[in-house]
């Protein structure tokens, strides 16, 4: 199975917003609403951020929100800020009963 | 707090059993959770591996099914994994998680995870 498709790279000033898309196909992201999005520091385990698509866990920063059309779902972040700059992944169950993460995006912070 | 903490060799022969063992504290691995696992090779994406459940009932990515066993050891409260005959390519950090499950339902997303092992396959 192939990986979802992140956009490599995607930048902002402090205090802008940014969107990073995942776009996966009807037998994943189309077909459920089981989309969630992981951050990742430098050498740390991947911390869930947002799960079934649009819902934040308990400490998350509402700064991060997320969407979904078709078979494409959307991180983002808004009101920017330094310590944005890390890496973000997508996930999706699918179904065939496995899971298949996006290619992840680096997030700058210009 | 459920904590996931994964053991095993840090290097692996090409050919020879990558054994990774992840044990479970703050949970049952006896619920109803599913239990994965990910890995991620230096300076790459994150790949699922698989997952197992309380019975042994298992899903592998179908990239990866060769050589791979999933087991459970209930009494020890912990999970492993076994890749058989592996490469270069296997080099990775191995993550396991947690599924999350919510009022007896499993919520196909990972809520916890372990800190991570880096294995590396090399003569």
């Known amino acids: 199975q192939s990986a979802l498709t992140q956009p490599a790279s995607v930048s902002g000033s402090p205090g802008q917003s940014i969107t990073i898309s995942c776009t996966g196909t009807s037998s994943d992201i189309g077909d459920y609403n089981y989309v969630s999005w992981y951050q990742q520091h430098p050498g740390k385990a991947p911390k869930l951020i947002i799960y079934?698509?649009?819902n934040r866990p308990s400490g998350v920063s509402n700064r991060f929100s997320g969407s979904k059309s078709g078979n494409t779902a959307s991180l983002t972040i808004s009101g920017l800020q330094a310590e944005d700059e890390v890496d973000y992944y997508c996930a999706s169950y699918t179904t065939t009963n496995t899971y298949i993460f996006g290619t992840g995006t680096k997030v700058t912070v210009l | 707090q459920v904590q996931l903490h994964e053991s095993g060799p840090g290097l692996v022969k090409p050919s020879g059993t990558l054994s990774l063992t992840c044990a479970v504290s703050g949970a049952s691995i006896s619920s109803y959770n599913w239990w994965s696992w990910v890995r991620q090779p230096p300076g790459k994406g994150l790949e699922w591996i698989g997952e197992?459940?309380?019975?042994?009932?298992?899903n592998y990515n179908p990239s990866l099914t060769s050589g791979l066993t999933f087991s459970i050891d209930k009494a020890k409260n912990q999970f492993s994994l076994k890749l058989s005959s592996v490469t270069a390519a296997d080099t990775a950090t191995y993550y396991c998680?947690?599924?999350?499950?919510?009022?007896?339902?499993?919520?196909?997303?990972?809520?916890?995870w372990g800190q991570g092992i880096l294995v590396t396959v090399s003569s």
């Open positions: 998680a947690r599924v999350a499950m919510r009022d007896g339902y499993n919520k196909f997303y990972f809520d916890f």
């Open positions: 197992i459940d309380h019975n042994e009932n298992a």
């Open positions: 079934e698509v649009t």
